[in-house]
């Protein structure tokens, strides 16, 4: 096998070529740095590459598999870290300018700090919007990043680096960040799997302004690779106190079972709720319709909630207007002027705004809750649009005047907590990606992956690269 075939394979598959000794950490480690370099250019998927402690950890990763003696699960897969979550050694600069590189930089957040226990290879840093604040991915810091299927369309955000370096070969796996979408919107974008977990599942440290909607999620390929980890970075870290306990088992041993005799509630448009694209909704019925045949009990009804976007601004703005309250107006005028914007709206607000939007909040996860008394699953498209116009915040033309007016589906479970992701089941006339989205009760991680493993294993879902400006030897 060649080094540029390296950069097609899972995570799984690595680890158990590694085992077999068929390939090395080391090989898989030059043919992704090769790959990311290559991307670049054209998709801008990282803030900054790692390519002498990639080799380093690969090297010593190498010498440990021959001796039989793997650190952990991941050993030696090459993985990315999006520049929200501290990297031990290395700058995280938020996507803004108004942070400073200098400073010692001697802590891991506490998912880098589980994947650097179990051997990881950290090839680099991805690209985010400014302190992650929108569903699209560029910013005053490092500029603007593209779609691997088209380089003129956005990957979405915020964690559009992440999801492009996945599709594009650029590491199997990825750490994204979600507060109101922002792993689910670039993985359906860029046509990989993205899942944001119960809130707690993965530790999170420092805590996020953005409060207890902003969770930690996994990036992959597929849901095997997702599945894998979680199971890594899905462990308490006494850093986070709201935090939850250790798992019961591992998740990559429960994604067998397929989905008969589940309970599925397709809306395809939360009751009329959100105008979906055609290509987009025909997609997402086509893989409801295979969920069925599948043995899946499946039920076109609507979760019983209005559009809760109003309590979400309330609670998006407000974090964002605490995360640069210390700025003063030199350091504000460095700060991308939609987020600018934002933060003065959230500023506004009061106390007893935020507590009337927590009520909002608290009344959704009652209604969800009781939603999941009857359905196991939710399914929705992930978002009703594919990828629009690179290095704009809402599609061109349209009525949307903030990144929440095209993501309807995907904020309102960020207020719930629950575990939502997104699948990816086919591409519109462009060849654009789609995804569909599998939502279920808090702490029923396990039921998620499950079925988007399913999806996968039936061949519903794509896990094949983006092949976008990629030139592979000999062909």
């Given at each position: 096998?060649?080094?540029?075939?390296?950069?097609?394979?899972?995570?799984?598959?690595?680890?158990?070529?590694?085992?077999?000794?068929?390939?090395?950490?080391?090989?898989?480690?030059?043919?992704?740095?090769?790959?990311?370099?290559?991307?670049?250019?054209?998709?801008?998927?990282?803030?900054?590459?790692?390519?002498?402690?990639?080799?380093?950890?690969?090297?010593?990763?190498?010498?440990r598999?021959?001796?039989?003696?793997?650190?952990?699960?991941?050993?030696?897969?090459?993985?990315?870290?999006?520049?929200?979550?501290?990297?031990?050694?290395?700058?995280?600069?938020?996507?803004?300018?108004?942070?400073?590189?200098?400073?010692r930089?001697?802590?891991?957040?506490?998912?880098?700090?589980?994947?650097?226990?179990?051997?990881?290879?950290?090839?680099?840093?991805?690209?985010?919007?400014?302190?992650?604040?929108?569903?699209?991915?560029?910013?005053?810091?490092?500029?603007?990043?593209?779609?691997?299927?088209?380089?003129?369309?956005?990957?979405?955000?915020?964690?559009?680096?992440?999801a492009?370096?996945?599709?594009?070969?650029?590491?199997?796996?990825?750490?994204?960040t979600?507060?109101?979408?922002?792993?689910?919107?670039p993985?359906?974008?860029?046509?990989?799997?993205?899942?944001?977990?119960?809130y707690?599942?993965?530790?999170?440290?420092?805590?996020?302004?953005?409060?207890?909607?902003?969770?930690?999620?996994p990036?992959?390929?597929?849901?095997?690779?997702?599945?894998?980890?979680?199971?890594?970075?899905?462990?308490?870290?006494?850093?986070?106190?709201?935090g939850?306990?250790?798992?019961?088992?591992?998740?990559?041993?429960?994604?067998?079972?397929?989905?008969?005799?589940?309970?599925?509630?397709?809306s395809?448009?939360?009751?009329?709720?959100?105008?979906?694209?055609?290509?987009?909704?025909?997609?997402?019925?086509?893989?409801?319709?295979?969920?069925?045949?599948?043995?899946?009990?499946?039920?076109?009804?609507?979760?019983?909630?209005?559009?809760?976007?109003?309590?979400?601004?309330?609670?998006?703005?407000?974090?964002?207007?605490?995360?640069?309250?210390?700025?003063?107006?030199?350091?504000?005028?460095?700060?991308?002027?939609?987020?600018?914007?934002?933060?003065?709206?959230?500023?506004?607000?009061?106390?007893?705004?935020?507590?009337?939007?927590?009520?909002?909040?608290?009344?959704?996860?009652?209604?969800m809750?009781?939603?999941?008394?009857?359905?196991?699953l939710?399914?929705?498209?992930?978002?009703?649009?594919?990828?629009?116009?690179?290095?704009?915040?809402?599609?061109?033309?349209?009525?949307?005047?903030?990144?929440?007016?095209w993501?309807?589906?995907?904020?309102?479970?960020?207020?719930?907590?629950?575990?939502?992701?997104?699948?990816?089941?086919?591409?519109?006339?462009?060849?654009?990606?789609?995804?569909?989205?599998?939502?279920?009760?808090?702490?029923?991680?396990?039921?998620?992956?499950?079925?988007?493993?399913?999806?996968?294993?039936?061949?519903?879902?794509?896990?094949?690269?983006?092949?976008?400006?990629i030139?592979?030897?000999?062909?």
């Amino acid at each position: 096998m060649t080094d540029p075939d390296l950069t097609e394979l899972t995570a799984v598959r690595l680890v158990e070529g590694y085992r077999k000794g068929e390939f090395t950490p080391e090989e898989a480690t030059r043919a992704a740095l090769e790959r990311a370099e290559q991307i670049q250019p054209d998709v801008n998927a990282f803030v900054r590459l790692l390519p002498e402690e990639a080799l380093a950890g690969a090297r010593a990763s190498t010498e440990r598999w021959r001796r039989g003696e793997p650190l952990g699960l991941v050993d030696g897969v090459p993985a990315t870290v999006k520049d929200i979550l501290l990297l031990r050694g290395t700058p995280t600069l938020k996507g803004s300018r108004t942070i400073s590189e200098n400073g010692r930089w001697e802590e891991d957040a506490p998912s880098a700090a589980r994947l650097r226990e179990h051997g990881a290879v950290f090839l680099g840093k991805t690209t985010t919007p400014e302190f992650g604040w929108k569903g699209v991915t560029d910013s005053p810091l490092s500029g603007v990043t593209r779609n691997p299927h088209d380089f003129s369309r956005t990957s979405g955000g915020s964690s559009g680096g992440a999801a492009a370096a996945v599709a594009l070969g650029a590491g199997p796996l990825a750490l994204g960040t979600d507060g109101g979408g922002s792993v689910r919107i670039p993985a359906a974008f860029c046509g990989v799997f993205g899942l944001k977990p119960t809130y707690g599942r993965v530790p999170l440290y420092p805590a996020s302004a953005f409060g207890t909607l902003a969770h930690v999620g996994p990036m992959a390929r597929d849901a095997a690779d997702a599945a894998l980890l979680l199971d890594v970075i899905g462990a308490p870290d006494s850093r986070d106190w709201s935090g939850l306990p250790a798992a019961p088992g591992s998740f990559s041993a429960r994604l067998t079972g397929g989905v008969k005799g589940l309970r599925v509630a397709y809306s395809p448009s939360l009751g009329g709720q959100v105008a979906v694209r055609p290509a987009v909704a025909a997609a997402v019925r086509r893989a409801v319709e295979r969920l069925a045949g599948l043995g899946a009990y499946v039920e076109e009804t609507d979760p019983d909630f209005a559009d809760p976007v109003e309590a979400f601004h309330t609670l998006w703005f407000s974090g964002a207007a605490r995360v640069t309250q210390q700025l003063g107006p030199h350091q504000r005028g460095l700060l991308d002027p939609g987020l600018r914007e934002i933060c003065a709206a959230g500023a506004r607000r009061s106390a007893l705004d935020y507590l009337a939007a927590v009520d909002v909040r608290m009344e959704l996860g009652r209604r969800m809750g009781r939603f999941h008394d009857t359905f196991d699953l939710l399914v929705t498209p992930t978002l009703p649009i594919t990828a629009f116009e690179a290095g704009e915040e809402v599609p061109k033309g349209g009525r949307h005047r903030r990144w929440t007016g095209w993501t309807p589906f995907t904020y309102p479970f960020n207020m719930t907590q629950q575990p939502a992701a997104s699948v990816p089941v086919g591409t519109d006339e462009d060849g654009l990606p789609i995804g569909l989205q599998l939502v279920a009760a808090r702490h029923r991680d396990e039921l998620v992956l499950r079925a988007a493993h399913t999806l996968y294993e039936a061949g519903i879902a794509s896990s094949g690269l983006a092949r976008t400006g990629i030139t592979r030897a000999g062909r």
